[in-house]
């Protein structure tokens, strides 16, 4: 896919790119403790070369992370409400606190969302922003075509 590709948004390109080198250099900084002697050093976390093969796995996870219906709704809630404390969130999807506790640590985990615990809140990131208004932007591109195809 060419990097002029219109539909390609550069504000979640970067945001997940940012997200992968943060986790490659924590696990690099993981691998440089010694755990025991005499045991060979892991690898590097990120290989010259890889980076396609590690990108197209990330981007795939974050769209399937993203798409779930109980995701994608607690997605929207943070983006459109600017933040939602937990318990709101809880009520809003009608599920247990625990389970939607495990469903934002998921979306962190994709660098989608962060969790403020001083204040309770799940707030949507840079990426969980950008993917949401990515995914809007094709569903209306998708209906205006559907409408327009129904019309001819």
């Not at 779930?68 to 939602?84: I, K, Q, R, Y």
């Not at 660098?111 to 799940?122: I, K, M, P, Q």
């Amino acid at each position: 896919m060419s990097s002029t590709t219109p539909c390609v948004s550069p504000q979640l390109a970067r945001a997940l790119a940012a997200r992968l080198r943060d986790a490659t250099m924590a696990g690099e900084q993981l691998a440089s403790f010694a755990f025991s002697e005499g045991v060979p050093a892991p690898g590097p976390e990120l290989a010259d070369g890889d980076e396609l093969t590690v990108a197209h796995d990330f981007v795939l996870r974050a769209l399937g992370g993203a798409s779930d219906p109980v995701n994608w709704e607690m997605l929207a809630a943070v983006v459109t409400d600017g933040g939602v404390g937990l318990d709101d969130l809880a009520t809003r999807l009608q599920r247990p606190r625990l389970a939607v506790t495990e469903r934002v640590n998921g979306l962190i985990q994709l660098g989608l969302v962060s969790r403020d615990l001083e204040h309770d809140r799940v707030c949507a990131s840079p990426a969980g922003d950008a993917l949401f208004v990515l995914i809007c932007d094709l569903d209306a591109e998708v209906a205006r075509w559907l409408s327009k195809r129904r019309r001819a």
